[in-house]
Nanobody
Framework: QVQLVESGGGLVQAGGSLTLSCTIS????????MGWFRKPPGLEREGVAM???????TYHHSVKGRFAISRVDGDNSLVLVMNSLKPADTGVYYCAADVGPLMKIVVETGAVAREADFAYWGQGTQVNVSS
């Protein structure tokens, strides 16, 4: 059974930092691109950052320079370090795993990330950034 479990969400003031983690089981993580997505209140789910199986990251322009994604395949973990947080970063954050080029395209373009777009999703962790 494949499981992706996010942790690390919480409440932080604007300008603060949070680190999200995603623990993966049931798949060989090294075979997959991994990504972070978020669903702001009242809006569709969107891409934040992804990292391919070779370790190359891609960021949405709204988080570039503030967020850093990393993966440790040996530990089956995916990490998102979020700095200089803004109220607009509020939302439920999900990690996802997939193969193929779609994840990079979704993150780069800011397209809506649908459940069916990627093979595996976590349940999400809430991030609230207060002004």
């Amino acid at each position: 059974q494949v499981q992706l479990v996010e942790s690390g969400g919480g409440l932080v003031q604007a300008g603060g930092s949070l680190t999200l983690s995603c623990t993966i089981s049931g798949i060989t993580m090294g075979d997959y691109s991994m990504g972070w997505f978020r669903k702001p209140p009242g809006l569709e789910r969107e891409g934040v950052a992804m990292i391919d199986s070779a370790g190359s990251p891609t960021y949405h322009h709204s988080v570039k320079g503030r967020f850093a994604i990393s993966r440790v395949d040996g530990d089956n973990s995916l990490v998102l370090v979020m700095n200089s947080l803004k109220p607009a970063d509020t939302g439920v954050y999900y990690c996802a795993a997939d193969v193929g080029p779609l994840m990079k395209i979704v993150v780069e373009t800011g397209a809506v990330a649908r459940e069916a777009d990627f093979a595996y999703w976590g349940q999400g962790t809430q991030v609230n950034v207060s002004s």
